[in-house]
């Protein structure tokens, strides 16, 4: 099984900055694509950004100037760095991967529990 545990999130004043971290571990072959998606109250999940073990980037065109993805291969570890935060980034951010276990054929997509971002104005 993999497994991804998220951490960093909290609460911060309009205009500050957060640091979301998420470790992939477990029966680990390879993975694919490492990410972050973001689910805000009554609102679906969303993608935030992506990452491939390639160096490829993708982000949500409204994030993308604000928002760095990036990813540490050696740990199996995602970073978000999010600057210039807004109350309507508020909502729980979820770490995303595509892997493939020891063993396993193909590439399956795996979710962390979430963790709570909250800006207040």
């Known amino acids: 099984q993999v497994r991804l545990v998220e951490s960093g999130g909290g609460l911060v004043q309009a205009g500050g900055s957060l640091r979301l971290s998420c470790k992939a571990s477990g029966s680990i072959s390879s993975i694919g694509v490492l990410g972050w998606y973001r689910q805000a109250p009554g609102k679906q999940r969303d993608l935030v950004a992506t990452?491939?073990?390639?160096?490829?980037?993708n982000y949500a065109d409204s994030l993308k100037d604000r928002f760095t993805i990036s990813r540490y291969n050696a740990e199996n570890t995602v970073y978000l760095q999010m600057n210039s935060l807004k109350p309507d980034d508020t909502a729980v951010y979820y770490c995303?991967?595509?892997?493939?276990?020891?063993?396993?054929?193909?590439?399956?997509?795996?979710w962390g529990q979430g963790t709570q971002v909250t800006v207040s104005s």
């Open positions: 995303y991967a595509r892997a493939t276990q020891y063993g396993g054929q193909y590439e399956y997509s795996y």
């Open positions: 990452t491939t073990n390639g160096g490829g980037t």
